[in-house]
């Protein structure tokens, strides 16, 4: 299984209509693409100075899903519109 986890900080001049329609757009790709065994979505609780205001977790069967997903037009609209509104987006991929 790969894990594929992305955080997004939103700048500071996005408000929160904006930062949730991001949210919404990114629970619309759970169904997106075959493979994928666990989808989850959250925003910060915490409000660190180290936080990031969005989270993604994506458990995915293997490397040819996480690519299919990807790929897709669907999640390069939303990944696009992410970098867009973030001052900063992090990610990381490990097998478990």
């Not at 205001?53 to 669907?74: M, Q, S």
Request: hydrophobic residues 45%; charged residues 25%; proline residues 1%.
């Amino acid at each position: 299984m790969l894990i594929h986890i992305v955080v997004w900080k939103y700048r500071e001049d996005v408000g929160g209509d904006v930062r949730s329609k991001h949210v919404e757009s990114l629970k619309a790709l759970k169904g997106l693409v075959s493979g994928i065994h666990r989808f989850e979505i959250g925003t910060d609780v915490l409000h660190l100075d180290r936080s990031y205001h969005t989270g993604l977790v994506i458990a995915f069967e293997d490397r040819d899903a996480l690519d299919a997903y990807t790929l897709h037009p669907e999640h390069m609209k939303v990944a696009g519109m992410g970098k867009e509104i973030s001052a900063h987006v992090a990610s990381v991929d490990f097998i478990v």
